[in-house]
């Protein structure tokens, strides 16, 4: 089946720290692959993405490589802020049955302390 | 307003009592969604409405009703829930069925007493 596993948080930081979120999947067929993240009482936004193998997804300083040789897609950052603090959500898009269906991670919580 | 709006934010009920959640997208959207986060599980997708037509029902208990008048409302009518139906109730909305780019409300978090 498909699925997503994610490293288990939380995840406390100072700021000016670097950040990786593992990120592995299963999948069937060639999925897409996303980050979204949920700031404190919002919903969740998607952040970046790669729909194909070797690609680099990145948006606000946060970079992920899909990498299918390891099914993975781990989330980076090279120096976090306090406005990082949010939870994070691997994900990935297969068709089935004619339609497109995100699968989620169960999140990641990111805690960035000044 | 803009983007996607959910009322209410929080919601206690008991099991006996009957309820709705609303959703609205200011998007000019096709597709909407209604998704379960439960802490330390992933996202549940429970319906998806495309055109105003319900195209996907995962599997949900007959407690939790859809209805989306027009492609720009959605409703989730709660009736007789359990105690393990307390969560976040997140919608969601994108241009067309069959995309990853989904806008999320922020959720109504539902405590079933």
């Known amino acids: 089946g498909n699925s997503v596993t994610q490293m288990e948080g939380p995840v406390t930081l100072s700021e000016e720290a670097f950040l990786t979120i593992n990120c592995t999947y299963t999948?069937?067929?060639?999925?897409?692959l996303f980050w979204y993240v949920q700031y404190p009482g919002e919903g969740l936004q998607l952040l970046l993405k790669a729909t194909k193998a070797d690609d680099k997804g990145s948006n606000k300083g946060f970079e992920a490589t899909y990498r299918k040789e390891t099914t993975s897609f781990h989330l980076e950052k090279g120096s976090v802020q306090v406005s990082d603090s949010a939870v994070y959500f691997c994900a990935l898009s297969v068709s089935q049955g004619g339609s497109e269906k995100l699968v989620f991670g169960k999140g990641t919580k990111l805690t960035v302390n000044p | 307003e803009t983007g996607v709006t959910q009322t209410p934010r929080h919601l206690v009920m008991g099991m006996t009592n009957k309820k709705s959640l609303k959703c609205e997208q200011h998007l000019g959207h096709n597709a909407m969604y209604w998704y379960k986060q439960s802490a330390k599980k992933p996202l549940e997708l429970m319906f998806v409405?495309?055109?105003?037509?319900?195209?996907e029902n995962n599997s949900v208990p007959s407690r939790f009703s859809p209805e989306c008048p027009n492609s720009s409302h959605l409703f989730l009518h709660l009736h007789t829930l359990q105690p393990e139906d307390s969560a976040l109730y997140l919608c969601?909305?994108?241009?067309?069925?069959?995309?990853?780019?989904?806008?999320f409300g922020p959720g109504t978090r539902l405590t079933v007493t």
């Open positions: 409405y495309s055109l105003e037509e319900r195209v």
């Open positions: 969601a909305s994108s241009q067309e069925q069959n995309t990853y780019e989904q806008y």
């Open positions: 999948a069937t067929g060639y999925p897409s």
